[in-house]
């Protein structure tokens, strides 16, 4: 079965830079939500997008920002890029279901 | 959403069962108990979920007190491939799926 797809899956920056992460959830998958996991730590929602509106806001940055486009397919960017923001990043889609996860972007931030 | 606490490690042999406990004492009526796991570095995996009946899939069986203050996940024959962490999560019902991910349990499944 289809799953969640992300790219890249890993991804190297150095500080100030910007950064664009995409995501690719379960065709027919309307809903789209973005967590972050720092070394060691739990993940962290981020941000939701429903029909391709945001539905939900968690811990996202000011730096940050993220959109759904008409393929349902997303895209977080980040700019100013901070050594603190080095982290998985993962992507999950829903049908009035359960979250399915993406492998994750590893974004090293140097 | 309600609180849940899990203990941070256990161990399992491995072919035997895993039994992994989780208290919610704080949940209220319209919540539901997810399990999903998550093996080094991968996303996040569903494993079941339920709102105060018992559940069973391929994966696992979910054990729910009556008074729904707590809950057990079971995997019945332990491999190696299900060291992971094992987080218990408390959603409300309702159309947002978002998931609150708190301290889950190591589990390492020893050969």
């Known amino acids: 079965a289809a799953g969640v797809i992300q790219s890249p899956r890993h991804l190297i920056k150095e500080k100030r830079e910007t950064a664009t992460l995409k995501c690719y959830p379960i065709?027919?998958?309307?809903?789209v939500y973005w967590y972050q996991q720092g070394p060691g730590q739990d993940p962290q929602f981020l941000i939701s997008?429903?029909?391709?509106?945001?539905?939900d806001k968690g811990s996202i940055p000011d730096r940050f920002s993220a959109q759904q486009f008409s393929d349902y397919h997303s895209e977080l960017n980040m700019s100013s890029l901070e050594l603190g923001d080095s982290a998985l990043y993962f992507c999950?889609?829903?049908?009035?279901?359960?979250?399915?996860f993406g492998n994750g972007t590893r974004l090293t931030v140097t | 959403d309600a609180k849940t606490t899990q203990p941070p490690s256990m161990d399992c042999a491995e072919g035997r069962a895993a039994n992994l406990p989780c208290n919610h004492s704080?949940?209220?009526?319209?919540?539901?108990v997810y399990w999903y796991r998550q093996i080094h570095s991968q996303g996040p995996q569903y494993i079941i979920h339920g709102l105060k009946n018992n559940e069973t899939n391929e994966m696992a069986s979910l054990i729910i007190t009556e008074d729904r203050k707590s809950s057990t996940l079971i995997l019945p024959h332990a491999t190696l491939r299900d060291t992971a962490v094992y987080y218990c999560?408390?959603?409300?019902?309702?159309?947002?799926?978002?998931?609150?991910f708190g301290k889950g349990t190591l589990l390492t499944v020893n050969p």
């Open positions: 999560i408390v959603r409300p019902g309702g159309s947002n799926y978002k998931l609150t």
């Open positions: 997008f429903y029909e391709k509106m945001q539905s």
């Open positions: 704080t949940i209220s009526g319209n919540e539901y």
């Open positions: 999950a889609s829903s049908l009035n279901s359960p979250l399915h």
């Open positions: 065709p027919r998958h309307d809903t």
